[in-house]
């Protein structure tokens, strides 16, 4: 927004020039949303405890999670509103790269608010039932897929990227879109699943923000792409925008996210950001680097199927309750 406004005031002095720069507003874009949510958490936090929305802890968990009952949760409100007022402040808001990711960002945050609002409202620890939470999901994952693939149809856009194979990149075509598919949704509930310990799901994302920000101004750019034997895609710049927003208002939530907790980020925040990183990793090509980034996300994800799938074959689980790798 403020770029198309620099371009008019550029006529009047040259200062202005200056937000053309994409280091600089990534720059101002973290630090924009980190004083957002260092700002807005100390009075979100005071009204979840005057409206007593705090962490439903079930009573067959483990005891170290029964003193975060009652901290309140939904913070997530709190990096939602950061990413997005920092991002329409600084992005080009004509790069459909930047509102693929607000979108999906948005959609999962809403489905994430109402899963939080049935649990802590409505005092139903199952929160929103699976199938539909499972089914919203579906419908924002293909409609962002459908989309990125009208964007970038038949160009490097839609080739598959193999990390230490410069070479390997055959086009996907339709394949595309199932691939984005799962992408964006397994991120999703990995980083969902992860959400639970003090810092433990923010740290991770806000590591795997800033990795995908270089890897965004790198892809970007005609000769770093050229240099690196990656796919140079136009649009991708502006996704260090996004990148720099989600990591300056991770920064900004895990001042009140650190041990002692006293506010965690619910299902709101989590299932947006996993929607979020997942859709950049597929915007970017670097499905592959998600997994390897985000290897906390997969440790956690791949240790509750085993323990699902270890307790519904034998009736028993593999780790203790609530031990399972990552929080080891």
Same mark, same amino acid.
């Given at each position: 927004?403020?770029?198309?406004?620099?371009?008019?005031?550029?006529?009047?002095?040259?200062?202005?020039?200056?937000?053309?720069?994409?280091?600089?507003?990534?720059?101002?874009?973290?630090?924009?949303?980190?004083?957002?949510?260092?700002?807005?958490?100390?009075?979100?936090?005071?009204?979840?405890?005057?409206?007593?929305?705090?962490?439903?802890?079930?009573?067959?968990?483990?005891?170290?999670?029964?003193?975060?009952?009652?901290?309140?949760?939904?913070?997530?409100?709190?990096?939602?509103?950061?990413?997005?007022?920092?991002?329409?402040?600084?992005?080009?808001?004509?790069?459909?790269?930047?509102?693929?990711?607000?979108?999906?960002?948005?959609?999962?945050?809403?489905?994430?608010?109402?899963?939080?609002?049935?649990?802590?409202?409505?005092?139903?620890?199952?929160?929103?039932?699976?199938?539909?939470?499972?089914?919203?999901?579906?419908?924002? #994952?293909?409609?962002? *897929?459908?989309?990125?693939? +009208?964007? /970038?149809?038949?160009?490097? &856009?839609?080739? !598959?990227?193999? $990390?230490?194979?410069?070479?390997?990149?055959?086009?996907?075509?339709?394949?595309?879109?199932?691939?984005?598919?799962?992408?964006?949704?397994?991120?999703?509930?990995?980083?969902?699943?992860?959400?639970?310990?003090?810092?433990?799901?923010?740290?991770?994302?806000?590591?795997? #923000?800033?990795?995908? *920000?270089?890897?965004?101004? +790198?892809? /970007?750019?005609?000769?770093? &792409?050229?240099? !690196?034997?990656? $796919?140079?895609?136009?649009?991708?710049?502006?996704?260090?925008?996004?990148?720099?927003?989600?990591?300056?208002?991770?920064?900004?939530?895990?001042?009140?996210?650190?041990?002692?907790?006293?506010?965690?980020?619910?299902?709101?925040?989590?299932?947006?950001?996993?929607?979020?990183?997942?859709?950049? *990793?597929?915007?970017?090509?670097?499905?592959?680097?998600?997994?390897?980034?985000?290897?906390?996300?997969?440790?956690?994800?791949?240790?509750?199927?085993?323990?699902?799938?270890?307790?519904?074959?034998?009736?028993?689980?593999?780790?203790?309750?609530?031990?399972?790798?990552?929080?080891?």
């Amino acid at each position: 927004m403020l770029v198309w406004l620099a371009e008019y005031l550029v006529k009047y002095h040259t200062f202005f020039n200056v937000f053309s720069y994409l280091t600089f507003r990534a720059i101002v874009g973290l630090l924009t949303a980190l004083i957002i949510a260092l700002w807005m958490g100390p009075h979100l936090i005071a009204w979840l405890q005057k409206m007593q929305i705090g962490q439903v802890v079930r009573n067959e968990g483990p005891e170290s999670h029964f003193s975060k009952r009652g901290t309140p949760t939904m913070g997530g409100i709190m990096i939602l509103f950061s990413i997005a007022v920092s991002t329409l402040l600084w992005a080009r808001l004509d790069n459909p790269y930047v509102w693929c990711v607000l979108l999906v960002l948005i959609g999962y945050g809403i489905i994430g608010f109402i899963d939080d609002y049935r649990k802590v409202v409505r005092k139903d620890t199952r929160g929103l039932i699976a199938r539909w939470k499972y089914f919203w999901q579906s419908v924002l #994952a293909l409609a962002a *897929a459908f989309s990125m693939y +009208a964007i /970038g149809k038949d160009t490097p &856009a839609t080739q !598959l990227v193999v $990390p230490f194979f410069k070479d390997v990149m055959p086009q996907l075509g339709m394949l595309y879109i199932l691939l984005a598919y799962f992408v964006i949704v397994g991120t999703s509930n990995a980083v969902n699943l992860t959400d639970g310990l003090d810092g433990l799901a923010i740290m991770p994302t806000v590591f795997v #923000a800033a990795g995908f *920000a270089l890897v965004a101004w +790198a892809t /970007g750019n005609v000769n770093f &792409a050229s240099y !690196l034997k990656i $796919p140079y895609l136009m649009h991708a710049g502006e996704l260090v925008i996004v990148c720099t927003a989600i990591v300056g208002a991770g920064l900004g939530f895990l001042w009140f996210n650190t041990y002692p907790a006293q506010v965690f980020m619910g299902d709101v925040g989590s299932l947006a950001l996993g929607g979020a990183l997942g859709t950049i *990793a597929v915007l970017l090509r670097q499905e592959f680097l998600l997994v390897i980034m985000g290897g906390v996300f997969v440790v956690e994800t791949l240790s509750v199927i085993l323990q699902v799938g270890s307790f519904k074959l034998r009736g028993q689980r593999i780790f203790p309750y609530g031990a399972n790798p990552s929080s080891l």
